[in-house]
């Protein structure tokens, strides 16, 4: 683990806030931009880079029912449904390993989130550090069973989480005892100052 990542697990020292590049899907559909974007990161001065590790058959289902339809008024609505979007927007599982080596390479430490457990046995084939639960996925208990399975320290992401779902998520990981940190968040990008709620903290 690097001396970063044990400092965010263990307290250990003192030192100003991180600051976490998230790659998501901002590769312009070119694994030469993935690579350029790890070097721009470490260049502008990033702590740590953090991956999307999905596919779009992963995520979701190929279906053109409502309910897998993007909204007219979404600012992705010409993909027209998530398993599009998802299909074009999503990171090629060989560029992740590319992006790993990158990362190592210009000793920036890199993690990822992952979005069902095929992601996780892949990313443990490249000694991820730290797995990062997006707020979405909290409620899905196999998938951060297998993070804690790992033995990896875990963030857990609040954004659209009850504290049922957030006591139900932090249990699972105390039964395998992974270290683990809590994310406040909210799930609006850029956040309203009146949807922070931050007293929920």
Sequence with gaps: MSPIIDELFTGVGARPPLICVEMSGNHQGSLESALQFVRLAKEAGADLLKVQVYR???????????????????DWASYE??????????????W????????QAYDLPIFASPFDPTAVSFLESLACPIYKIASPEITDHGLIEACAKSGKPVVLSTGLASLEDLNE?????????????????????????????????
């Design 56 to 74: 779009p058959d992963t995520i979701t289902i190929d279906s053109d029912k409502e309910d897998f339809r993007l909204a007219t008024d979404n």
């Design 81 to 94: 449904t998530l398993y599009k979007l998802y299909e074009k927007a999503h990171t090629p599982w060989g």
């Design 96 to 103: 992740i390993e590319a992006m790993f080596a990158e990362a």
């Design 169 to 201: 998520a932090v249990a699972i990981l105390r039964a395998h005892r992974a270290p683990h940190i809590i994310l406040k968040c909210v799930s609006a990008y850029p956040t309203p100052i009146e949807a922070m709620n931050i007293t929920s903290i």
